[in-house]
């Protein structure tokens, strides 16, 4: 086990290691700070575990050089009531369809035996639909039907990406 996931890190620095790797588009050191059962959930991707919630991450890293996608941490500290809970705020920059998006996220997360196993991330649906959709986003991105719509296409884009990682189709056969 290398000492960026060992058990006597304490989670803020788990989580800080965490998302270091993700601003440096480091899929591998990033997957390496999560548990085999790791779980993410945001308003987008409602729940996905192990490899999915994984590759979620592999493919925003994969398409940064594609969307300019630039990630940076806001702040990292340890909840008040439980010390293996850490609360993060960090950004995401990219391009969407030509249009510019800057999201603010809000995550908790819960770190075991030093490393990341549970992620919640909240944002502001309607202002990031508005920015991804134009017009149309703006207009619709407070609707449930515009969040349905937004979580099968990103649910189809994810197994379309999975579908070409040999690595990733394996996990997405036998969930099949």
């Not at 803020?12 to 085999?36: E, I, K, N």
């Not at 575990?49 to 594609?66: H, L, N, S, T």
């Not at 997360?109 to 149309?136: H, N, R």
């Not at 207009?139 to 449930?144: I, K």
């Amino acid at each position: 086990m290398d000492s960026s996931t060992s058990p006597s890190m304490d989670s803020v620095s788990v989580v800080r290691s965490y998302f270091q790797a993700y601003c440096q588009l480091d899929y591998r050191l990033m997957a390496m700070h999560t548990t085999d059962e790791f779980v993410f959930e945001d308003p987008v991707f409602p729940h996905l575990e192990g490899d999915f919630a994984r590759a979620m991450f592999k493919m925003f890293i994969i398409g940064a050089p594609k969307t300019g996608a630039k990630f940076t941490i806001l702040d990292v500290s340890e909840a008040a009531a439980d010390p293996n809970v850490v609360n993060a705020k960090y950004r995401a920059e990219y391009s969407f369809n030509g249009r510019p998006v800057t999201n603010e996220i809000s995550s908790v997360l819960t770190v075991e035996d030093g490393k990341v196993a549970k992620q919640v991330d909240s944002f502001d649906f309607p202002g990031w639909a508005a920015q991804t959709g134009g017009f149309v986003g703006w207009l619709l991105g407070g609707t449930s039907f515009a969040q349905s719509a937004t979580r099968d296409k990103a649910k189809h884009r994810l197994e379309a990406f999975m579908k070409k990682d040999p690595e990733l189709a394996k996990a997405l056969e036998v969930r099949q």
